[in-house]
């Protein structure tokens, strides 16, 4: 039988994911076998999904983004989901989760691997609900042949809520918002009519042979995360935490790789304690946050609730962010809802970056700070997050070819412009040719995901969408 990653890993073996991981990363191939083996990093690669161009989620490593995708009952169509696919990879994603559950889920999820260069993540559980009349009826094979068809198809990491005990459901009673993971709250209603243990934990040692034999990534689901605030850090979330704990120790010893989700909404004070809680109880495990929201007041703005909270895991030490768009809590996002959660995500993963010191991770910053200060409006847009937003947002005044060389833009006006102002003040004193050092991307630490225009995804190397949809969005660069 082949060897996973962590298998490999653990043997001295340096494979080819690794050393392209290396050169991703800026870091040197034996610091990325290493974290590998002790399990302080994970390399979401199932051996059947062939587009993959391999990236690895750890605290260590330059934080990741996950773009949810993926349709409900109401709205399903193949083409659709592909557009929502190249939006997420197009905007930044490192890895996106397909959360269908409706329409032909099969072929959705398989054109989804087809064509991802970025790990594909899913929840068996959304599946196997579909096939039956009442959740009650889910049966420990109909979840076992759920998730092994989706490790054949080349899903490279599923979220297994297998940390939900019978014990812990009444320490959730007095919960302002009781259970709000869609696969805790199936899984409680499941071990409440059947009263037996969620089929998950006990058939977990079985779910690590099919994940052994495709090489599938845990990441293991926080069904009791809190909903709001006030249900934050309570002794549900904790007990469900320490399962996850033992659950990661039996993955690991049985060789497969593991990743931990964590919550969801937490006060700003206590998101770091969360993220130390989690690194302990794990034993280090990659931590996977939702977010978290840091109020519960904002619906219609929770990526930007969210991503104040995420900036803060990220800084604290989580390793993945799963993006929160605007539409959280209200509706199912469309193209442009991915984009503003992935810009709002992509910050907070590099605003942690910064914060937490990762090699290089500034130098973006400092890049453009000097095209700024330089008034090359041309290289500011280039360097920016969303190069075509800031170039649209500029030109909506000032459009023309001569602007983008202009000592001012239409925010002060040109008398009122500090920058110029400075800069004059600068010049007689004869300052300004010692300022003019610039900052070289191309010899940077900073890894790829840390450069700009959107992270690290080479769009070259991506294996093409249908041509009917790389004209409708008129990507001509990808
Ligand atoms: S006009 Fe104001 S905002 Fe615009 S470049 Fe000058 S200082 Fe910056």
Redesign the pocket.
């Known amino acids: 039988m082949s060897k996973t990653q962590l298998q490999r890993a653990r043997n001295g073996e340096l494979t080819s994911e690794m050393e392209r991981i290396a050169e991703r990363e800026n870091r040197a191939p034996e610091f990325v076998r290493e974290q590998v083996a002790n399990g302080q990093a994970v390399i979401p690669a199932n051996r059947g999904h062939e587009a993959l161009d391999p990236m690895i989620i750890g605290r260590e490593f330059a934080t990741k983004v996950n773009a949810n995708i993926g349709n409900s009952e109401t709205t399903s169509d193949r083409e659709g989901e592909l557009r929502k696919l190249h939006a997420a990879i197009h905007y930044g994603a490192d890895t996106v989760m397909d959360l269908s559950t409706g329409g032909t889920l099969d072929e959705i999820r398989e054109t989804n691997v087809e064509y991802s260069p970025v790990p594909v993540g899913t929840v068996p559980i959304y599946e196997a609900v579909t096939l039956v009349d009442d959740v009650a009826d889910l049966t420990h094979e109909l979840l076992l042949d759920v998730i092994e068809k989706q490790a054949r198809q080349g899903v490279d990491y599923m979220t297994i809520h297998a940390g939900v005990l019978m014990e812990h459901l009444p320490l959730t009673d007095g919960r302002k918002t009781g259970i709000v993971s869609r696969g805790g709250s199936i899984l409680a209603k499941w071990m409440e009519e059947n009263g037996m243990q969620n089929p998950l934990y006990a058939s977990f040692e079985e779910i690590c042979d099919v994940f052994v034999e495709h090489d599938v990534t845990f990441s293991l689901g926080d069904g009791l995360r809190p909903g709001c605030l006030a249900d934050a850090c309570d002794e549900a979330q904790f007990a469900e935490l320490e399962t996850l704990g033992e659950l990661t120790r039996t993955a690991r010893d049985r060789g497969v790789q593991v990743m931990v989700e964590g919550p969801g909404h937490v006060p700003m004070d206590e998101i770091e304690m969360n993220v130390e809680r989690q690194q302990e109880a794990c034993d280090g495990a990659p931590f996977y946050v939702l977010g978290p929201l840091v109020t519960d007041i904002a619906p219609g703005y929770d990526h930007i609730t969210s991503a104040i909270g995420a900036t803060e895991a990220a800084r604290a030490g989580a390793a993945m962010l799963c993006y929160v768009t605007p539409k959280e809590h209200l509706g199912l996002p469309d193209e442009d809802d991915v984009r503003d959660g992935l810009a709002a995500y992509r910050i907070a993963a590099h605003a942690g970056d910064v914060a937490s010191g990762l090699p290089g991770a500034r130098d973006w910053d400092d890049a453009l700070s000097e095209a ?1 200060y330089e ?1 090359d409006w041309s290289r500011q847009f280039d360097l920016a997050l969303d190069s075509e937003r800031a170039r649209e947002y500029h030109d909506q005044t000032l459009p023309g070819d001569n602007y983008k060389e202009a ?7 040109v008398e ?5 102002i400075d800069q004059d003040a600068r010049e007689s004193d004869g300052e300004m040719e010692s300022l003019r050092a610039e900052t070289d991307l191309d010899e940077s630490l900073a890894a790829d995901v840390n450069l700009p225009p959107t992270g690290l995804h080479d769009t070259t190397a991506v294996p093409k969408l249908p041509a009917f949809l790389r004209r409708e969005e008129g990507h001509a660069d990808d």
Do not use: D, H, I, N
């Open positions: 700024r008034f000592r001012f833009c239409s925010m002060c006006g009122f412009c500090s920058m110029r």
